[in-house]
C-alpha cells in the first residue's frame, strides 16, 4: 500500500513519466484527472473506515475467557439499511461527476476557434493534416497554446487508438468512420502519446510527439512548413538528394518542392526539423538516421519501409540530405 501512495506521488509529479496521466496539461485531462481523484478519494474513504472498523472489531472482541462470547447480532435493521444505503448513495455521488464528464468530453468542442487538426493513424505512424493551414506532417503535432485543437481520427488501415496521456484521453481511431477528440493545452512542452491499440507488429513502436508551442513559435512553425523543401546545402547532401531521387525512397515519401510524390510513408519535406524519427522511435539525429536508413528492420521491426541495397556512402549522403530538410 506505501508502495503504492508513492508510486502515486511520484507519477503526479511528472518529469520521470512522460506520458502521465496523472499530471494533467490541458482542460480535458484534468477534468479527468480531477474525476479520478475524487474517486480515488472516495476508495480511500471507504478503505478507511471498513479497515477501521475490521481493526476495532477484531482486537476490542478478542477472544477472552473472562468475559465468554460477546452477544450475536442477526438482522439489525438499523445496520441492515446502514451499510445498503451508504455504498448507494456513495455510487451515485460517483456516478453524477462520472457521467456529466462523459457527455462533457464526448461532445464535439463548442469553440468556434477551434484548430482542426486530421489525425490519420497508420501502420506504423501517425500523420498530421492541417485543412486550413495546407500543412502535413508525420508523427510530430504542433499546437499553439490557448487555443483548443479540434482532432478528427481517421485510419487508412486498421484499428488504432490515439493517446497523450496529459493532453486527453484515448480515443479509437477507427476505419471508415471519423472521431473527435479536442483539449485546450495550458502549458507549453513536449508531449508523448502512443498508439494504445494493438495494430500489428510494430504497434508498441507507434509513438508519437505533440509539441505545445507559444503562439509566435507556432507562428513560425505554420510559416517554414508551409514552404517547400530546402535545396541541399552542400555537395554531400546534394549527392544525397539524387540517391532519394533515384531510390525507391520517392515512390513511397513526399518532399514538396522536388519530384517525390510519394504518398504511402511519411511527408519528409521538413523532416530535419523534427525531434525524433521511426514514430517517436530515436532522437533525430545524423547517427540515428544512418542507423534507421541501414538497418530498418532491425530498427523497427515490421515498419513497412523496405531496407533499400544501398552503400555506406550513399546512406551517408541521404542522411545528410534528409537532416537539411529544415
Ligand atoms: Cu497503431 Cu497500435
Excluded at 484534468?30 to 475524487?38: A, K, P, S, T, V
Excluded at 473472562?66 to 448513495?89: C, D, F, N, Q
Excluded at 481520427?153 to 486498421?158: G, I, Q
Excluded at 535545396?231 to 525507391?248: C, H, K, L, T, W
Aim: overall charge negative; hydrophobic content about 45%.
Amino acid at each position: 500500500m506505501g508502495l503504492f501512495f508513492a508510486a502515486v506521488a511520484v507519477a503526479a509529479c511528472g518529469g520521470t513519466y512522460p506520458q502521465s496521466a496523472l499530471d494533467p496539461s490541458s482542460d480535458f485531462a484534468g477534468r479527468l484527472d480531477g474525476l479520478f481523484m475524487q474517486i480515488f478519494w472516495w476508495a480511500v474513504g471507504v478503505f478507511v473506515l471498513v479497515e477501521g472498523v475490521l481493526l476495532y472489531t477484531v482486537f476490542r472482541w478478542r477472544e477472552d475467557p473472562a468475559r465468554g462470547r460477546p452477544p450475536e447480532v442477526h438482522g439489525h435493521v438499523l445496520m441492515e439499511i446502514g451499510w445498503t444505503v451508504i455504498p448507494a448513495l456513495i455510487l451515485v455521488a460517483i456516478a453524477i461527476p462520472t457521467i456529466r464528464t462523459i457527455f462533457l468530453v464526448d461532445r464535439p468542442t463548442a469553440d468556434p476557434d477551434a484548430l482542426v487538426v486530421e489525425v490519420t493513424g497508420r501502420q506504423w505512424w501517425w500523420e498530421f493534416t492541417y485543412p486550413e493551414l495546407g500543412i502535413t506532417t508525420a508523427n510530430e503535432m504542433h499546437i499553439p497554446l490557448g487555443r483548443t485543437v479540434d482532432l478528427r481520427l481517421r485510419s487508412a488501415d486498421v484499428i488504432h487508438s490515439f493517446w497523450v496521456p496529459r493532453l486527453g484521453g484515448k480515443r479509437d481511431v477507427v476505419p471508415g468512420r471519423e472521431n473527435q477528440l479536442w483539449f485546450r493545452p495550458d502549458s507549453v512542452g513536449v508531449f508523448w502519446g502512443q498508439c494504445a491499440e494493438y495494430c500489428g507488429t510494430a504497434h508498441a513502436l507507434m509513438g508519437l510527439r505533440v509539441l505545445v508551442d507559444a503562439p509566435a513559435d507556432f507562428e513560425a512553425w505554420v510559416t517554414t512548413n508551409r514552404s517547400n523543401a530546402a535545396r541541399p546545402a552542400d555537395s554531400e547532401a546534394r549527392a544525397g538528394q539524387g540517391v532519394f531521387m533515384a531510390n525507391a525512397c520517392v515512390s513511397c515519401h513526399e518532399i514538396r518542392g522536388t519530384g517525390a510524390r510519394g504518398q504511402l510513408g511519411p511527408d519528409l519535406t521538413h523532416v530535419g526539423s523534427r525531434l525524433t524519427i521511426g514514430a517517436g522511435l530515436l532522437d533525430n539525429n545524423l547517427e540515428n538516421l544512418i542507423r534507421w536508413i541501414d538497418s530498418t528492420q532491425v530498427v523497427k521491426p515490421g515498419t513497412l519501409m523496405p531496407e533499400v541495397d544501398l552503400t555506406e556512402s550513399q546512406i551517408q549522403q541521404l542522411a545528410a540530405y534528409l537532416l537539411g530538410l529544415r
